[in-house]
């Protein structure tokens, strides 16, 4: 199994690659902190994995994402899974008064993370199989006071994935969106973190591994997020507006 | 941003201690330092944590910060070769199994949980079933990075002469944070243990079975129903075991089973479903007495298999004791301790029951020390149970013995002084402004 993770220093992703590691995967890890890649890396070979690379580049800056896929593919020999899992979470106040961290925000998480989807997508398309997992979130269900920037992003991605699972449908490579409720990772370590409903990032990780295998176009980590957002999607507007949620 | 959020989420195991923290959880080692400025900044001082199992005051620091090290569970390095594993602190012995079974090695000292970290394990000096055999999990600590308030940081091992590597191994985690471990390992044929128990009808018989078994048996310890009295005062079942030597190299995976999920009301646990239990306990390890070969999992971590077990004892939560005390008058303290218990009519579901070998620990403040060391757990009846320990408190004291910070949640500062002459040299070593509720408490 050759796997790429796109955002490798994330909690959600190094606990998905503990899993791939486990199963003796060969692993292409990428983001943009040497260091922490590396100390990655190692703890994955302990655990398992047949081999481990890393690449330093800022996704978020690429500008031919074709070009760069194809010699992480060539490093790798070949893909199987893809995983993209970078994203930032901003600062929403900020956002509402700067233009330039909206924009952060909406480049990082949404134009840039589309550009490899499509990039991906394509890729998969033509050999006709494989799997890629996007790292979506509750947020994009439906737009909140406290974080619906980031939330606008999560939700164009969810429906870039959408689309694409409809052009892949009947043939066989696979495209799912993974939308993890509130996780216990360092992108939350400034939030309080109060009440039953946070997941850690080895729960998420289950969903995300088994994702690439079967089920989607998408999938709630935990579970229960699917009926929970069902309910908060068609809450009307007048009593949704009046929660403190 | 603050990166500490106020939490009154952390608890003691015991939880009988709760309290309000300003909690942090990195998740890289490079944070750690900016971590450390941050929470002494205004004047509070700091505490690394680990998976909270200790069940008294030595992981809470009311009032102040702590650092959640569970986030840090990396491995550094691993060479099954050479058999010794790097990683950092915050990684649980459970998940160490994990990797190193399948190459047919195993922790050299474990804890009766396997979810406890490293770092918790080293600050605690850990002991294990093979006290006797192998010493404590310090003396097998071939090196450790250690970060200071300061932000120095140290790379200590068994060769520094400083003695802040003695300090910190059993330092209960007042000389800085311990960023990373390594270990040495040892070699197993299988991942099965050929485990044998043998019931026994009195104290005689328990140190009758101690001395055949130390030598054969690798891992030694018994159960005791601290509820009997009379002729039948400190009659129990004798465990031993051994690594098989031929068998699978699986290891056991991920997590807990099923999970208490709420307080038990205080009434459950009463004298009466005590002695219920114990008896019950006693008649089934009498039934199965004999050699069977199992997974390591129930044998070294039978209560691994309820999660937040420690619920069990209800909202008020529970005292564990234990002490230990020199051979030459184990016999009598341990007798005099089950009489105690005996009268006061407070049992304990968990009566433990061991010889500590002589194999010292390079730690000032290890707790093991040879002789025979005894682990009670106590539902928290407030005075009640507190006069209880005290009694054990006065018998330990005479007989010279000590008491394990790590599991008591009240010791007297006195007994503590007395348990540990070293603590001033030790005291010398902690860091001025790292510190826990058992150190202010000890009025240090
Ligand atoms: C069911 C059960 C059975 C047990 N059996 C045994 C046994 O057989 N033998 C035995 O010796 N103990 C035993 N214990 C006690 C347990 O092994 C210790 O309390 C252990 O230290 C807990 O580790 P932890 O990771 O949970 O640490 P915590 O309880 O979170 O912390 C323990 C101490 O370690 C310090 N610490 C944690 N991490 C670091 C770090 N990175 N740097 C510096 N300091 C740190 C903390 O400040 C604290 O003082 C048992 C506990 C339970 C619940």
Redesign the interface.
């Known amino acids: 199994m050759r796997v790429i993770i796109l955002g490798a220093t994330s909690?959600i992703a190094e606990a998905t690659a503990r899993l791939y590691a486990k199963e003796g995967a060969d692993l292409l890890l990428v983001g943009r902190q040497a260091?922490?890649l590396a100390?990655?890396a190692?703890?994955l070979k302990?655990?398992?994995a047949i081999s481990t690379q890393v690449a330093v580049t800022d996704l978020a800056a690429t500008t031919d994402a074709r070009q760069e896929l194809a010699g992480f593919i060539e490093r790798l020999g070949g893909v199987d899974h893809v995983l993209i899992a970078y994203g930032i979470l901003g600062d929403q106040d900020q956002a509402w008064a700067d233009p330039a961290e909206a924009a952060r925000i909406l480049t990082v998480n949404f134009n840039s993370a589309a550009a490899w989807i499509l990039a991906i997508a394509d890729r998969l398309e033509r050999k006709g199989r494989g799997s890629l997992v996007v790292l979506g979130s509750v947020a994009g269900d439906r737009g909140r006071r406290a974080n619906f920037v980031y939330g606008a992003a999560k939700a164009g991605l969810a429906t870039l994935v959408e689309g694409v699972a409809h052009r892949f449908a009947g043939k066989g490579p696979r495209i799912v969106v993974v939308k993890p409720g509130p996780t216990?990772?360092?992108m939350t370590?400034?939030?309080?973190?109060k009440g039953p409903l946070w997941a850690s990032a080895e729960q998420v990780a289950l969903v995300v591994r088994r994702a690439a295998d079967r089920g989607g176009p998408v999938a709630y980590a935990p579970w229960f997020w699917r009926y929970i957002m069902l309910i908060i999607r068609f809450l009307p507007a007048p009593i949704f507006n009046r929660l403190e949620i | 941003?603050?990166?500490f959020?106020?939490?009154d989420s952390i608890l003691s195991w015991g939880r009988v201690v709760r309290a309000s923290h300003m909690a942090?959880?990195?998740?890289?080692?490079?944070e750690l330092p900016g971590l450390l400025t941050e929470a002494t900044s205004d004047g509070r001082s700091v505490l690394a944590l680990g998976l909270g199992r200790s069940y008294g005051e030595t992981g809470l620091n009311p009032g102040g910060a702590v650092i959640d090290m569970t986030?840090l569970d990396?491995?550094?390095?691993?060479d099954p070769e050479s058999r010794i594993l790097r990683a950092e602190a915050g990684l649980s012995l459970g998940a160490i199994l994990e990797?190193i079974v399948p190459h047919g090695l195993f922790l050299p000292v474990t804890p009766g949980t396997r979810f406890v970290t490293l770092g918790g394990a080293v600050a605690n000096d850990v002991h294990g079933k093979n006290h006797h055999a192998h010493g404590t999990l310090g003396r097998w600590v071939r090196g450790l990075g250690l970060l200071r308030s300061d932000g120095t940081r140290h790379l200590l091992g068994p060769d520094d002469t400083t003695g802040l590597f003695a300090a910190t191994i059993g330092g209960l985690g007042l000389t800085g944070l311990i960023e990373w471990v390594e270990i040495e390992l040892i070699q197993i044929a299988s991942a099965m243990i050929d485990a044998e128990t043998v019931p026994f009808e009195g104290l005689d018989g328990f140190f009758e079975l101690a001395s055949e078994s130390s030598e054969a048996f690798d891992y030694t310890v018994s159960w005791i129903d601290c509820l009997a009295s009379g002729p039948s005062l400190g009659r129990g079942l004798f465990s031993r075991g051994r690594h098989s030597p031929a068998g699978p190299l699986r290891a056991a995976m991920g997590a807990p089973g099923p999970s208490m999920p709420i307080d038990l009301p205080g009434f459950v646990l009463n004298a009466a479903s005590i002695r219920a239990f114990n008896a019950l306990y006693l008649w089934n390890g009498r039934r199965r007495s004999g050699t069977s070969r199992m997974p390591y999992t129930p044998f070294f971590y039978p209560l691994d298999a309820i999660g937040n077990w420690n619920r069990m004892y209800g909202r008020r939560g529970m005292y564990q004791y234990q002490s230990v005390v020199p051979l030459a008058v184990a016999a009598d303290a341990t007798r005099a301790m089950l009489q105690a218990i005996a009268e006061a009519g407070q049992g304990s579901f968990l009566a433990v029951l061991k010889t500590f070998g002589d194999k010292a620990s390079p730690g000032l403040m290890s707790f093991p020390q040879p002789g025979t060391t005894l682990a009670l757990d106590f539902p928290n009846r407030g005075d009640e149970t507190l006069r209880l320990l005290a009694r054990l408190d006065s018998i330990v004291a005479e007989a010279g013995g000590r008491l394990y910070p790590a599991k008591d949640g009240r010791i007297p500062p006195a007994l503590f002084r007395s348990g540990y002459p070293d603590w001033e040299r030790f005291a010398a070593h902690v860091d001025p402004h790292v510190s826990s509720l058992f150190w202010r408490r000890m009025g240090a």
């Open positions: 909690g260091e922490r100390a990655i190692t703890d302990a655990r398992g216990v990772t360092a370590a400034g939030m309080v973190r | 941003m603050s990166r959020q106020e939490t942090a959880r990195p998740a890289w080692r490079d986030g990396r491995i550094i390095a691993f990797v």
